[in-house]
């Protein structure tokens, strides 16, 4: 592997880590705010986050890398009850996660590294793929902003229920 791709990867474990951690940071506002499925929601997505890491930390180990642990960043809380806001966040962490995919996905096609290739798009187990469970998850999270912004908060608390199961 070259030294531009594994960086890439080492980097790209580490975004999955920083991802889980805000995952984890919004649960427990929405926690906070009495909202338990959306808690429940968010917590799921921080577990979804952590698998991806493993996964990644997997590929490295297996290519015969090391990966390489970095400092997580400090997560910005945001007031109150704000649901648009979390999910909005976290749409936004989702598109900049595609794109950092994206980018690695091209890294690996121009190194000329086809089971890095496979690894980010061939499904494996339980898991679509790197890239395909990023279309899943940016439009989960856009359906979920939908449905929120044609609520009031009387209605937050019913989705907040739907969003338990």
């Known amino acids: 592997m070259n030294e531009s791709l594994k960086q890439a990867l080492q980097e790209q474990f580490n975004k999955e880590r920083q991802n889980e951690a805000n995952y984890r940071a919004k649960a427990a506002q929405a926690e906070a705010a009495n909202y338990p499925g959306v808690a429940a929601w968010m917590k799921r997505s921080a577990d979804e986050e952590h698998e991806h890491a493993d996964l990644i930390e997997n590929y490295l180990v297996a290519r015969n890398e090391v990966p390489v642990y970095t400092n997580l960043m400090m997560i910005d809380l945001l007031p109150g009850d704000a649901l648009i806001d979390l999910f909005q966040g976290a749409l936004e962490l989702e598109q900049q996660n595609t794109v950092s995919l994206e980018t690695l996905y091209y890294l690996a096609e121009q190194s000329e590294d086809p089971r890095t290739c496979s690894f980010l798009t061939v499904p494996h187990d339980d898991f679509p793929g790197f890239l395909e469970e990023q279309t899943k998850s940016e439009r989960e999270i856009t359906d979920i902003l939908l449905e929120l ?10 989705l907040d229920m739907e969003l338990l199961k």
Not at 149 to 158: E, S, V
């Open 149 to 158: 912004r044609r609520l009031d908060k009387t209605g937050w608390k019913l």
